[in-house]
Structures are given as C-alpha cells and as structure tokens.
C-alpha cells in the first residue's frame, strides 16, 4: 500500500483534483514510482507539480521540466471523454483493487467499455503472435471456458493467441490493455476488435489518449496485464518473448502462473515448458485454472485499508541535502544499476537525502530505475 | 529391508542354495511378497518349502499345492544358462542394490547379458505403444544424449516409445525388463532387438525362462522397470495406460517421476501432463533430468544394511492359530478387500497369528493381494 496519496474512503475526485492527478503523470519524467515518491515528498498533488522545476533544476537540468498544463490535459480528457474514455484515479472506486496491490500501479488509468468488467474475476491469456492453429484453438477454448465460467479475460490485443482469447470472451467480457493510447489502437487492424469488445468488456490504457505505442511501451504495459489478473495464462511462448515478461511480473505481483504444456520439439512451447520447469502450474483445460483460483475468490479479497493522504509531507523541503552530499552521491552513480540500499549504506548519508537527489535527478531526466530498487545515470 | 532372507555379505549362494530359491517362488502361489514372509515364518528357505503343504491343508486345499521340484528347478537353470541367461537371488553380490529395496523385490532375477549394466546408473524411459512420430524422436533424443551421459536406459521393450529408447541407447548400454521369460521375448518381433542390446546392456526377467507373458504380468513387471531405475521419464500416456502405472509405482518407491510435456488436444499428451499436474518434473532435455538426478548419485547410495539371515523362525509352529481363531478370520474376509491392519483390530488376535492364517489362504490359492496391505478371498 503506497503511503500519502490514497484516497481515504474511495470517494471520487473533483474534476480539478482529476486534471491535477493527470498533470502530474504526463509532466515529463513522471513515471507512476516517482509520481508516488513526489506525493510522498510534497504531501499532494498540487506541491508536487509545484516543486517540479525546482527538483529538475537541483537534479542538473539546464532548462525547465516539460509540465503538463492544465490546458493540456483538460483537452486530453475532452478528446478522451468524446470517444468514451473515461479517467480513474488510483483509489477511486472504479480503479481496479488488485491493480493499487502491484508495485508501481498507474496513478490515473484511462478506460473504455463497460466498468464493471474490472470488478470481476479477471484471468489473463497471452501468447505467441506468430501462434500455432493449435495454440489458437486452445486459446479459443479455454477462454471460452473461463468466460462461461464467470471469468473475464485480460490480454494485451495482439496478433494470434492474445486476440483469439479476447474473440472466444467477446461475449463475456474481456478487458484489452493497450500499450499506448485509446486513440492508437496497436495493431490498427484490432480497432474493430475494440469496438466490439467494449461492449460487453473493457479496453484500458494507463497512457496518453494520442500516445503512439513504442517497443518499450508493452513490457511496461504487460505489468497491468498481470496486475489486474488473479493469475496469468501463458499458451505458447518462444524462448524470449513478451509473455514470459508477464509471467515474470505475474510472480513478482505475486500473481498464479499457469502454462500450457507444448512439445519439446515445438520452439513455440519452449517459454511454457521453462515456465513449467520454474514451477508454473500446468494447464489443459479451464478446470486447472478455476482450481488454482477458487481458494482466492473464496476468501475474498480485502482491498488495501484505506489511509488519509499524508498531511504532512515526507521529505521536509528544509530537510534537503546539502550540496556536498548531492555531489557525492552523484558521483557514485553511473551507467551500471547500482542498488538504492547500497546507496544509502556507501554514501553515509540518509535514505530520505538519497531519494530526494534521485528524485531530483530523475525530474531532470538523468536518471534510470531499472526496478529491484537498482537506479542508474543516464 | 526384509529380514530373514537376505544374505550377510553378498556372498553367493551355492548351487544348491540357489535351487531351493528358484524352487520356492516357482511354487505356486508364492510371490514375491509371500516368498519373504515364509522365509521371516519359518527361518529359512528349506523349512518353508517342507511347510507348503501342512500350509494348503490349512488354508483349506483340497490337494497338495504344486511345489517346484529339484528336478524342474534344475531344468529351468540348465535351459536358461544354455541360452545365456544367469540367476541371481536377492542380496548376491549381482543383484541390483536399487532393486532391493523395493517393496516386494523378485527373490531371483534371470539376466542376459553384460552383468555391468546393472550397476550403472538407471534411468527408465517409457511410453506409449502407439507413439506419434514426434514422441519416437524425442525419446531417441533423450535415451541417446542420457547414454552419453553415462547413464543406462531401462524400458519395457514394447513397440513405440520403449522400443525407440532401447534402440537409441543400445550402443551406450540399456536394460530390456520383460514381463515374460527370456525364451518368450514380447513382442516377437522384438528377438533381434534384444539379441542386440545385451551386447552393451541386459534383458531381465523374475518369471520362468519359458514363460508366456500374459496381460496381468505387464503391470506387475513395470514395478521393476521404476524399482531398477533412479527415476522414470514418461515420454507420451494416453490417460490409462501401463507408463501411467509405472510412474505411480516410481513414486511410491520414492524415484523422480519425469514427464514429457505435450498439447493438450494430444490425447497422447494427457497422461503426462496428468503427471505435470500431480507434480511429475518437466522435461525437455536430458539435462533436465540429470540435474533432478546428480545428487542423489553424488550423495552415493547406501545399499541395505547387511543382515544375518534369521535363524529363529518369526512365527514358531506350535505359536500357531487354533482353528477357532482360522474360522473367525476367514469368516471376516471376503470378495471385497479389507486391510490386514482392519482384520488384527477386529478379529482381537495376534498381528502374527492374522498373517500365519492369511499365509496359509494364500497357499492353498484362495486369497488374492492387492497391494497396500488389502486382501480379499478368491
């Protein structure tokens, strides 16, 4: 549970708080862990953004950070709002409660579809692109399965395993998670896909309404895959694939992974047969799968307990580190990830001191996290 | 560890010795389990041949049970030894140490080929008759790159999957266990394998040399293939089929129990990735099954505490049952099964006088074993 910037009571915002909570996270180098390290630090949002060109100018930045107006973001949420996209704040309730348990949940996610989807039992399918007929069918099935079940399907709306399993549960409810914006649907021959899912389902996006889609952008997006799902159903993965990705956070977020066993002789089952190796629950047909996730809806699912949000801030603007120790810590960062304990522990100083440099040198886009608490210099 | 037959030193038996083991398991009526407790209730071998019949007249036969003579004991060795095969008796220096302890280890075993075999270390591949072609190579694939290793492969000699490994592992050494005699190899068409594969491994057999393998005996041999064998690797199982039981008797002889992933729209798939639910090791490579494997073979291997055969009898004659205590105990069996434990507490007599009375039943061919301490009239 993140400290300082839940809502109490789960109560909705104001639509000047929502246009707050959306600058913030599209100011540049604003990712959702400094979003919350910020709040933490200035104890709301609106101090934050305050603090923004002063953090960038202390972290080594030469001209001031790129803010998002409130201009700006009131026209995204216009344009959103136009093709049905709603904004949600982490701690309203609409926001999907198992996404506020992950690490670094969005502070704002942008929705389409039918909200209730996202309260209900959700399991993610994914796969291969390039899948086997096989592959395909089996995705068909088992989320068919799930659906008539009462499961909703999550998956990230690419080719082959990922669209079959939002197809077979169009009529039942599934939710896509888009790597970029509700209004670069990727790949563009899937906005039909959109369009008839949301009818029953959801399509969800953590990212800008226009914000084409990059490489980078689906590793980070799968982490929502997982994070809304009670557990990950990975159906045919090559060695190195985005999949595997998504099994992995599954784990971290302590999230079921299941696979589906596949030859050895087939390349495309070489990432679920691994992911059987590393203890992965094997699946062949929907029964494994409610098996593995009924003891957790049958206990149900406590939410995390509702905290004010902090009145005072973390790290007193007073209490800011001296120039010698933002020099010494500086220079014991580089382009390898060092650890942010080992920092605190080499440099002497405090832990609050070593966030607030890396804070400032992430504002002014000089530094990398790299997740596992490792940072770098970039 | 049975006590009361099993060699002091691994010394081995005389010719004569040898004669009375092979004499009273091919009486009829005693197995493996039967042969132990008659050697435990009369302190030896000699003395529980001589009491073979007093044991069917109280058992309730009405004729002399069938003993194997001298004359016929001998006849199988002659037979057997002409075509190459040789005997050995639990605890001799050649007996497979893992073998021994099993539940219910074969008191003689017949061997063809090069006796070194058995010392190595074993690894079983198994599977299904009717194999796809994928299953085949796999297993060639694996038995081949196992044999490198320096590991021997055990299997069944069926067609398909057995058939593939002992062929891929005959130059680097594998053990056909058969479920009939040597002199009835099967499948027929088998004879030419065999003939090939004890130049570098053996073929195995606890039944006499000219015996017709009929289909009850397959199960019952496939306990050797796992009790000979560091653990089992199931290749491809259709949901009932002989590999399923060996794996379940791998596990309850506390060997790993490996299986090979497949699809699930496979039906050839479903008995092994039935085994990958109950918790059977992923394999797709041979290194996967020597890394499950290395340290039990690097923690060595205890061979069972050397043990002086008894030289009192367990059950003493005159501490037989009366025939009251015969009557009310047989009166509390019938078709249906019923634990050994269930009839000590409910017939209120001794654990010894139940199992000298159910000895008897058993010798006079009315009581049938089913394994896990059942019994059950005939």
């Known amino acids: 549970m993140r400290s300082g910037w839940t809502l109490s009571d789960r109560t909705r915002l104001s639509e000047e708080e929502r246009l707050d909570w959306l600058r913030l996270i599209r100011s540049a180098n604003v990712g959702p862990r400094t979003f919350h390290d910020l709040v933490g630090y200035y104890g709301g949002i609106r101090p934050a953004l305050t603090a923004l060109p002063g953090l960038a100018r202390r972290g080594g930045s030469t001209r001031p950070p790129r803010i998002c107006s409130r201009a700006q973001a009131e026209a995204e949420l216009k344009a959103a709002r136009a093709a049905g996209v709603e904004f949600f704040a982490f701690g309203e309730p609409e926001y999907p409660t198992r996404l506020q348990m992950i690490d670094d949940p969005p502070p704002v996610i942008a929705v389409r579809g039918k909200l209730d989807t996202l309260a209900r039992p959700l399991v993610a399918i994914v796969g291969s692109r390039n899948a086997s007929a096989a592959g395909v069918k089996f995705a068909e099935r088992i989320a068919r399965d799930l659906g008539e079940a009462g499961i909703a399907i999550v998956s990230g709306l690419a080719r082959g395993i990922d669209a079959a399993a939002h197809r ?35 399509a969800i996006s953590e990212m800008p309404f226009t914000w084409e889609p990059r490489a980078h952008d689906f590793p980070r997006r799968n982490r929502l895959i997982s994070g809304l799902s009670l557990g990950v159903v990975v159906v045919e993965a090559a060695r190195r694939s985005g999949s595997l990705i998504t099994a992995r956070l599954a784990g971290e977020q302590g999230r079921e992974v299941f696979a589906v066993p596949g030859s050895p002789l087939d390349p495309r089952s070489t990432g679920t047969n691994g992911l059987l190796k590393q203890g992965a629950i094997p699946v062949t047909e929907a029964a494994d799968v409610i098996a593995a996730i009924e003891p957790i809806l049958g206990r149900g699912f406590d939410a995390p307990s509702a905290q004010e949000p902090s009145q005072e801030p973390l790290g007193l603007p ?61």
Do not use: F
């Open 168 to 202: 077979a549960s169009a009529d039942t409810g599934t939710i896509a998670v888009l790597a970029g914006g509700h209004d670069r649907i990727y790949p563009a021959e899937h906005v039909d896909l959109v369009n008839r899912l949301v009818a029953e389902g959801a």
């Open 318 to 378: 007073d209490a800011e580190p001296d120039s010698d120790e933002r020099v010494r810590l500086i220079a014991m960062l580089g382009p390898a990830p060092v650890s942010i304990d080992d920092l605190v522990r080499l440099s002497r100083t405090s832990a609050t001191n070593v966030r607030s440099v890396l804070l400032e040198l992430e504002i002014a886009g000089r530094l990398a996290r790299h997740g596992a608490g490792l940072v770098s210099l970039l």
